[in-house]
């Protein structure tokens, strides 16, 4: 296993398009989460799956974003009528059962929105 | 919610120096990580330490969780140290555990 794989690295889209990013968490972890981190912050969490259900979204995932986790392996993040606030690093996370030690990331996605 | 805040917010060193980076935290927690972003954006995993003084090689870590707050050393600093480090608490969430991170501290080694 070559840990968290996240798809595309990077994504330039138009104001107002629709983008999908894929993320492959570690085969064994039953937990995934996204973040997002804008420049100069810290990440942010974003929602939270356990196994295929999702069970916390912050604030700030508006109606605009969605998640999924089908069948509880990978994920996808999709943002529709995309803004240029959304211009941010999409980072996913998994980790195995509830202790918190063992919490890997993947590389992100960047968004860049013109 | 809970606050992280990290000092200094950036760090300017020659190689060979060593540095200590700081973490304060507003309520008690059950646990505590240190992260390294590298100028890739990935982020690796340092330390989980709820409290106690942990070492790896030239980094070590100690968190007091009474007092709210957890240090981060780094000795001998190398250009690889270069990067951006964060630190996160971990809040509850139906059984997972939800990090909130600070706004990091910005390393930079010079050769």
């Known amino acids: 296993d070559t840990g968290v794989s996240q798809d595309p690295r990077h994504k330039i889209t138009k104001r107002g398009q629709n983008v999908t990013f894929r993320c492959d968490p570690i085969s064994e972890h039953n937990r995934l989460y996204w973040y997002r981190q804008t420049l100069g912050q810290g990440p942010e969490f974003l929602t939270y799956?356990?196994?295929?259900?999702?069970?916390?979204k912050s604030r700030l995932l508006s109606d605009r974003f969605s998640a999924e986790r089908p069948k509880g392996s990978f994920s996808t993040l999709e943002i529709q009528r995309t803004e240029q606030g959304d211009s941010a690093m999409y980072l996913c996370?998994?980790?195995?059962?509830?202790?918190?030690?063992?919490?890997?990331f993947g590389s992100g996605t960047r968004l860049t929105v013109v | 919610g809970i606050q992280v805040e990290q000092s200094p917010p950036d760090l300017i060193l020659q190689e060979g120096a060593n540095s200590t980076l700081r973490c304060n935290f507003s309520d008690s927690v059950n646990n505590l990580q240190w992260f390294h972003q590298n100028p890739w954006g990935q982020l690796i995993n340092l330390f989980y330490?709820?409290?106690g003084t942990k070492q790896n090689g030239r980094l070590s870590a100690t968190t007091v969780a009474t007092e709210r707050y957890s240090l981060l050393y780094i000795s001998s600093s190398q250009t690889t140290d270069s990067g951006v480090y964060f630190c996160a608490v971990v809040a509850l969430i139906q059984g997972a555990q939800k990090l909130v991170f600070g706004q990091g501290t910005r390393l930079t080694i010079n050769p």
């Open positions: 996370a998994s980790s195995l059962g509830g202790t918190g030690a063992g919490y890997t």
């Open positions: 799956f356990q196994n295929e259900a999702q069970l916390e």
């Open positions: 330490i709820p409290s």
